[in-house]
């Protein structure tokens, strides 16, 4: 970019104005918006359904292959997956953002422009906010509110035995992203002459940096009448969720290593890196699909989504947590989600 | 601290358990906590009411002398003190926050402790949150959520003309405290043999230290059946938010400095910086007082309230918005409100 604004030049509440003045609120829930102590939301009747999540720059993200833009996106992504994985439908988000003076407003912009791309494509409202200046890195914080009918929402803790385990979409992906921006940076840093060629690997870049959140899922329930007895987002990995769900629910559990959903782009991806797809799957993060088990009576209902793969079953808890291989042995599941402060 | 328990040996699942293990929750609203996707709240027919503001190290605190416990406490009643000035009553908050391993266990045990104090002091339930990493400092990031009767909200927009100027307590302590504890750190970095005298401004540092939300306000309301026609809390400067409420609601206005609430503490801690209190009162920040306006007609409700003051009335927007001194001279109100991007 040619132009720099600085940050300070605009002070808090002009740089707030600059970044809000074009919000038109899109539902009838947000009664007040930016512009005043807080916001205030009515979902008549509905229950509202609240999360957040704090995205750090060098923890979360690294700016040298994430443009702002679609970081923007992922961070509004990231946080109504967690309403969508109540079942609930997302409204409204609140953005806190802290950065240094490293970023000017034009960059600031470019991250913004993602963040109203997320709220126009989910129908959510931007209703208030934060901006502050940090001493180094860009940090954003998110909260996602939405609306579930009275009772309707799914917990983790409440699978039953017999349940079928399913999940949306392709796993691991991100993960394989995430190691290829990772090794291309490396080059890059080593010769910056070498430009990366990304475009081979589209897919499991756009998994990373681009992804989205289930709604067609939640609405195929809705639709179905379906109403899955536990669900969660996987942004820890596979192995980690699935632990979660049966720790809370008690339960043990069986997984179909040949029932797990893998894209053959991150197949082929995964051998280039000599690593096992089916580990990508089970403890890859950041795929953003949802992991839910269903009652063995709906089973025939979710056959008409192409989309959701039954990948195994729930059993008492004293059998504990298994995967059985394509090669039929029967290994435990570990959790091998991410952990933000392991020692790399 | 004796013990050093590193972050890194709980896991951040572990951590979250560690933290969160002994919440009891208060309110019939807080359908579902900590420990899922989201949490889930029911106002029953209330309107829900959200603010979030994040707090950065070395931005908007010092923990060379932000006692950890204070920082937690004042953490969470600036938040509510947000929900307070829409006239709503503060349910449920939900804390993230990103801590540098420079921090042990020990030190985040001491900064929930002021949590949940300040949880339990204002009826308020811990229902969600993040913990992650920083690469450096501490950074945290609260949403507030309330309950307010359908359209009983008060909003900054909508004073009107010959409406009485109130405010709650004292005004411009917590500016003192700050000029005090900043001269204090850096006459012990200079030398570190002098042990600071803090004792003796023991007002106006706890203002800044120790603030707390003027729930007793919003209760009083309730009680008298007042409902104030606009409001704000006043954490940049009562200037500052002045011009706010003036500039939303198309007033202008008059205040007279000898209504200022000034307490003789921060009056006498002024004179020793040699700066006006009226300055402080004015321009200084953090108070987290509610500066509100009341239309004439409520008048006589509030004056058997001693712990608010009518510092002047609104007017038309031609007027301006002005200040009269004690000498009877008349200024324009200009913003000194705090900065958080402008450089020192």
């Not at 609306?147 to 929402?153: D, L, Q, R, S, T």
């Not at 799914?154 to 921006?181: P, W």
Request: aromatic fraction near 8%; include cysteine.
């Amino acid at each position: 970019m040619s132009d720099r604004t600085e940050i300070s030049s605009l002070g808090e509440f002009g740089l707030i104005d600059h970044l809000t003045k074009n919000i038109e609120l899109q539902n009838a829930s947000s009664v007040v918006g930016v512009g005043d102590d807080a916001a205030v939301i009515d979902h008549f009747g509905k229950q509202t359904v609240i999360s957040s999540d704090m995205l750090v720059e060098g923890v979360h993200f690294d700016l040298m292959y994430t443009p702002l833009k679609h970081l923007g996106y992922k961070s509004i992504v990231i946080n109504i997956s967690d309403i969508y994985a109540m079942n609930a439908i997302p409204t409204q988000v609140i953005l806190n953002i802290a950065i240094s003076n490293r970023f000017s407003l034009e960059a600031i912009d470019e991250f913004y422009s993602g963040v109203y791309a997320a709220c126009e494509h989910y129908g959510v409202d931007l209703v208030g906010g934060d901006t502050s200046s940090s001493q180094q890195g860009f940090i954003i914080s998110v909260t996602a509110i939405g609306e579930v009918a009275p009772g309707k929402f799914v917990k983790r803790s409440t699978a039953e035995k017999g349940d079928r385990i399913c999940v949306s979409g392709d796993l691991g992906g991100a993960y394989i992203g995430l190691l290829f921006l990772e090794r291309e940076k490396k080059i890059y840093l080593e010769n910056r002459k070498i430009e990366p060629d990304l475009e081979s690997e589209s897919y499991v870049i756009g998994t990373l940096l681009k992804p989205e959140a289930r709604k067609d899922i939640i609405e195929f329930f809705e639709v179905q009448t379906l109403v899955p007895t536990s669900m969660m987002d996987i942004s820890d990995g596979l192995s980690s969720e699935m632990l979660h769900i049966c720790k809370e629910s008690g339960l043990g559990c069986v997984i179909h290593e040949d029932k797990l959903p893998i894209a053959e782009e991150m197949r082929s991806a995964a051998y280039k890196f000599q690593i096992d797809p089916t580990d990508c799957a089970l403890s890859g993060g950041e795929d953003y699909e949802l992991l839910f088990s269903l009652s063995q009576n709906d089973y025939d209902k979710i056959t008409l989504n192409e989309d959701i793969s039954v990948i195994g079953y729930t059993s008492e808890i004293e059998t504990g947590t298994r995967i059985i291989t394509k090669g039929d042995s029967t290994y435990p599941i570990t959790a091998q989600g991410w952990n933000a402060f392991k020692k790399v």
